[in-house]
């Protein structure tokens, strides 16, 4: 057998992956261990919230399929941080796992290009350190001249509650045994990693009279661009809140022991940002409660999704646990909260492309790079399969910035910071989040999407003619005036507003914090659809913010611009601090601006450097 | 970077001994051309040699010379000191004479900087050596001690902590927004948290620009129309005859200029032409230069004769001089008074017939540059341009914080400025690690799924 590219690992990486070479018309074979699992949800049942939220708008823009096959699949839809600014808002849906999973099969299966088998690999096929097929555990070769590794949790997956392990992935399947060793012996470093997830409960068995309702937004609202909804808005299914008690809090304290992680029987480290509920209990001793969401999985099934009480006790423990929980009392558990443990590959030894440093022509997405969440895993299985289908094409790679995506902000810090633990995205690791809104995912990366192959010409021109759109309601907000004529006055204090003293243009008069785009309306007509509107009400309220971030972007992107030579020798720059000159060596940046990010390397060390290399220029 | 650079490496006139030192390819054979005891281009590294700096024939001073061959060295260059013995003409000499020898003088800074190009020291190291070398008073020298012994940086760091914990409780806010029970930052908790570090940054700096009066010496402009006592003044605080005093109005038209040392802080003190409508051609150019003057001015002291009624010339100099920090001398206090002034601050009375007289002006100039509160505070302040003008960014970032907090923004913009007040404050003291908000979230609040 023979592909151009194959996708080892069918979860939101893999698809992602899978699709954008078949996309772009290279024969792909998408190897999975299960077909029944592909693009599943083996955690919460949601996609988007901050920061993922705007990776998810970001794959849409680009040509992938995550938004798309999201908004397919919603329960519920709500658009976050609304009180704050357009920088933070992000999207997320309550999306069911049956449908999401199913739907992304149907798209997978509808191309030309792309074939889907299932077995395991066990081995890369190799020639002169670069890829070329990969071997099943039935010892089946296929060749290719890329391979995207998008395996997820199950490297030497390992499922623990309580003392016992049990060698496995999410749903009990066999695990890939041998890969990670056969990348170890390619000279791969290997992370043990652990995540965890709550349990799941019987619908039927909790009282919700118990909890206090958290219903979606009533909006029509979609990950895509495309903008069709499918959910009926009037009709979303709600989630529930409640929350842990003493009593709680004093039956983990007793079993902390038994637990796999208090035990000692967990090797891998876990994520910061999704503690157990005993990790809570523990740290925040200070704390009375934790709040926990009751999270609808599917129409078609029963389960309820327990949030913020990942567990890794025995599951008798567990029951005690859970029917400590008002409105629990007597819930039935259907799945036990389990901690599971993987391998991944340290992240420093990828180039910003997501091919792999020792291995040409080897890519890597998603967990398997240290990551968590599916946002994270399906923006960089994207990126992954673009990249390994424009180096087929013998084409430059699209290495998107911090300044333009997450994805960018994202892929560099695996490059160039690494993970110690499971790397979720978060706004607050994005330093020009202003850039990087909800809104505008589309203006920043759509040309990338076109430029690439994945966006097609109709809907480029589409986005072309919104363009247009943006740009005429500018002009024409600046070209309005507006005199203080006593019926303007009248209606400005109206809306708590100051009255005029002299004529203003309507974008003038835009910036005025109370002022929105939709009270201009008041003396012009505006024929825009929202979105149009709500580029222009944002870029004009927030031009000074807007421009600052420009500025601090422009700055970053000139150090950006300074290469570091392939071979420079680190070792023959005198007077770098060691660390300094030990974490250049490894990662081995690219540009002096990635050079400036990598943890323990110092401005002092970032001149010397910047000397040597004036020097060195010289020379 | 390899030509030779000479300087005068201590502060002149201060110390007893003073060191021309060079640096650079031919620093050896250019001083020996001026010694005749030894072959310099023959000893030893790192030995001193006894004997005369000649200008031809004449000695010009009894001198050590310490000869440092490259690498082992502070610029990694051939480094040459001359201990010079003779007081300020003797040094001045032997650097005329190395400079006629084929030497540059050096720029401020620049052995240092030469350092620091070779990899010899870091930033931060580099900064403080160049204000222990350049501090021309022993308050200065503190002020370069303290910043190696990294006071500064526990300052800056209290700074950023506050920062640090106001930034992880908006973040957590922003990126778990359906965490009920943690605390929401309001806008009020805001207003008074911002207003706080304000305030302390404002004094920080305050203290800050006067530490580098200290170190640099206050520009001392003293302004008066002619014949009020400008020279007599500037003469009781030099206590020597400096400027050519006589009874004569218009006599002053060149600036004088004179440093004194009042407690430790340095005023490099300026006197200028008296200010009045002139046709005289050099004495017009000597007006316009003390408005100049004026505008360069760290201080500027107006002297008004108390025994005249105010002239129109006189408001003149008050208007132009009213937004510089300045002190008015109601000069001749022994006549009787006959000038009146309305709410001005600083004013004080002297009279130059004794030493006495000109006490107030100096307690006031103590009072202005907040001597006796730098004294008192050992010292932990931003000491050089690099810092202050960084931690005036960081104050601006503030002020804008504040604006935006008005304009009622919303509160995720508002932290814009705030994190760039954080990277303000970390770049005085070299930090970049910008993942500490990050930790700090997850180390003090409890989110997750």
Redesign the interface.
Known sequence: MNYEIIVVGGGHAGCEAALACARKNHHTLLITANKKNIADMP??PSIGG??KGIVVREIDALGGEMGRNADKSALQVKM??T???P??RALRIQADKITYPKEMLKTLEQEEYLDIKEGMVENLLLKDKTVTGVELADKTKISSSAVILTTGTYLRAMILTGANKTPGGPHGEEDSKFLSNHLKDLGFKILRLKTGT?PRLKKSSIDFSKTSL?PGDKAHLSFSFDNKIYYDIANQVPCH?IYTNQKTHQIIKDHLKESSMYGGYVEGIG?????SIED?VV??SD?E???L?LEPESLYYDDIYL??F?TSMPHYVQEEMVHSLEGLEHAEILKYAYAIEYDAIDSTQLERTLETKLIKNLYTAGQINGTSGYEEAAGQGLIAGINASLKLEGKEPLILKRNESYIGVLIDDLVT?GVKDPYRL????A?Y??LLRNDNANFRLTDYGYQVGLISPEKYQLFQTKKEQVKKLFNLLKETRITPKKEVNDYLIKINSQSLKDGISLYELLKR??ITINNLEEFISLPFTEDIKEQVEINTK?EG?IK??MK?ASKMLELEEKQIPKNISYEN???L?SEARQKLMEIRPTTIGQA??I?GV???DI??LM?YLRRYKND | MNDTIVAVSTALGVGAISIVRLSGEDAISIVNKMFKEKDLTKVKSHTISYGHIYDNDEIIDEVLVSVMKSPKTFTTQDVVEINCHGGIIATNKTLELCLKNGARLAEPGEFTKRAFLNGRIDLVESEAVMDIIESKSEEAHQLGISGLKGNISALIENFRTNLKNLLSSIEVNIDYPEYYDIEVVTIEKLKQELAKMQQDLKELIDLSVSSSHIKNGIKTVIVGKPNVGKSSILNRLLEEEKAIVTDIAGTTRDIVEGEIYLDGLLLNMIDTAGIRNTNDLVEKLGVTKSFQMINEADLVIVVLNSSEPLTKEDEEILEKTKSKPRIIVLNKSDLPKKLVLKNLDNVIETTTLNTKGIEPLKAKIKELFNLEKIKSKDYTYLSNTRQITLAKKAYQNLLDAQKSLLENNPIDMIEIDLKECFDNLGEIIGITYSDEVIDNLFANFCVGK
């Not at chain 1, 994520?271 to 503690?275: D, E, K, L, S």
């Not at chain 1, 978060?426 to 690791?429: A, E, G, I, K, M």
């Open positions: 955690c919460n901050p920061a976050l941080n009180k704050k600014g920088a933070v709550p958290e809140l994520p910061r940002y999704c503690p809570k740290r925040f704390k409660r934790h709040q969401f949030q913020g990942s910071k978060l706004t607050s690791r330093e989040r202003l914090p109370e927030y913010y600052k971030a601090e720059i005198p007077n601090a400036s990010r943890s110092n401005p002092a001149s010397i000397v």
